[in-house]
């Protein structure tokens, strides 16, 4: 039987459910109270057709440590192998080049972002491709915002966007 591996860790920007197969780190969920941990297992479970069994070999050490680091803003850049099979066409494309094209502490918009994958139309579809990212924080979907300098959406919920931009130094704090 096929399976894959999950765990919860608590962040500031609350609990993240991470999964990982034999080929990397899969999916990153934000908000993983149990009600949507249970929904995203049954979720992954279908979509990998896979059975969930909690972190049993140790696949999640390594992406566990690495966000860890990066929540404590020791660390910029994730090296971690990713399992992409969640994605497929012009959002992993559009995925892969952010991953690859915008580093910590930077942002870039929709539009541009579109131009950087041969499609300067496609902005709307970027914000798509944006809220499919099945590997959020990893794949930083956060530094993706409007050309006129809004934050536009965000599957995490603004809040939680924000204050992944502020740990990224690009806007401040919150107050409280």
């Known amino acids: ?3 894959f591996e999950w765990a919860v860790i608590g962040t500031h920007i609350g609990p993240l459910l991470l999964a990982a197969t034999d080929q990397g780190l899969v999916s990153v969920v934000f908000h993983a109270d149990e009600a949507v941990r249970r929904r995203a297992l049954q979720q992954l479970a279908g979509r990998l057709g896979a059975e969930p069994v909690q972190d049993a070999t140790g696949r999640l050490a390594e992406p566990i440590s ?3 680091a990066y929540f404590a803003g020791s660390l910029h850049d994730f090296d971690l192998p990713l399992d992409w099979s969640l994605s497929a066409g012009f959002n992993r494309q559009v995925l892969r080049e952010l991953l690859a094209g915008v580093a910590y502490g ?3 918009g929709y ?3 579109a131009a950087r994958v041969g499609r300067p139309d496609a902005a709307q579809a970027v914000g798509a491709a944006m809220g499919s990212n ?5 794949v ?3 530094r993706v915002v409007e050309t006129d300098g809004g934050l536009g959406g965000f599957g995490g919920g603004l809040e939680t966007k924000r204050r992944l931009l502020a740990l990224e ?5 919150p107050l409280f």
């Open 134 to 138: 099945p590997l959020p924080v990893v």
């Open 106 to 108: 930077a942002v870039v």
């Open 1 to 3: 039987m096929k399976t």
């Open 140 to 142: 930083p979907c956060h």
């Open 66 to 68: 690495q966000l860890e």
């Open 111 to 113: 539009g541009e972002l």
């Open 169 to 173: 130094g690009i806007l401040p704090e």
